[in-house]
Structure formats: structure tokens, C-alpha cells
């Protein structure tokens, strides 16, 4: 079992910048590829970034492409999205995923999320 906990959420002008961090209790999370996921007000939750193992591939939702930025520090467990020119509708609470395959079935994990407000 793993646990995630997010944290760097809070209000931000619009402009401005912001870092999240995904912490996990497992010392596997480095075989884990790790996603930021948001929900924002009145939407379901939408995928917003993606990293795998060991940091060298990463993907990101059209809407933060050039904006947020991905990475991870598998010997603190740890991985941050860099937010950048945040704007209202980037307003959500941002969760954290952990998934990877083995043989016996998914490992699927999730954080309790950390609420990002930005202000126009």
C-alpha cells in the first residue's frame, strides 16, 4: 500500500507561480510513473501531467503545455509540478496519482488532492 499526500496548494495571483509536491510512504515509488490530475469547479477531474520512472519522459495537457512543469526526486520520493503564468482556470484541486503495472494487477494510488486558487 502507498500513501500520497500533496502539498504547495494555496491562493496566487494571476501570473504567478506555484509548487506542488507529491510525497509517498513507499520506498517502491520510484517503479511508479506518477500523474497530476485537477479538478475544477463544476468539471470532472482531467488529467494535467504525467512522468515515468525515472524522469525522462514526460507529457502534459494541451491547456498547461509551456506553463507547468514535471519532475521527480525518486531518493525523497518525491515529485513537483512547477506551475507558471497561472491563470483563473487553472482554479482546481490538484491531485496526485501513482500507478504501475505488475503481475498480479494495477497498482493504482491516489493523494488526498491540495487546492490551487488563482485571482484575476
Known amino acids: 500500500q502507498m500513501q500520497l499526500v500533496e502539498s504547495g496548494g494555496g491562493l496566487v495571483q494571476a501570473g504567478g507561480s506555484v509548487r506542488l509536491s507529491c510525497t509517498a510512504s513507499?520506498?517502491?515509488?520510484?517503479?511508479?510513473?506518477i500523474g497530476w490530475y485537477r479538478q475544477r469547479p463544476g468539471n470532472e477531474r482531467e488529467f494535467v501531467a504525467t512522468?515515468?520512472?525515472?524522469?525522462?519522459?514526460?507529457h502534459y495537457a494541451d491547456s498547461v503545455e509551456g506553463r507547468f512543469t514535471i519532475s521527480r526526486d525518486n531518493a525523497k520520493n518525491t515529485v513537483y509540478l512547477q506551475m507558471n503564468i497561472l491563470k483563473p482556470e487553472d482554479t482546481a484541486v490538484y491531485y496526485c496519482?501513482?500507478?504501475?503495472?505488475?503481475?498480479?494487477?494495477?497498482?493504482?494510488?491516489w493523494g488526498q488532492g491540495t487546492q490551487v486558487t488563482v485571482s484575476s
Open positions: 513507499s520506498g517502491a515509488f520510484s517503479r511508479y510513473r
Open positions: 496519482n501513482a500507478k504501475r503495472q505488475t503481475p498480479w494487477g494495477t497498482r493504482d494510488y
Open positions: 512522468i515515468n520512472w525515472n524522469g525522462a519522459l514526460s
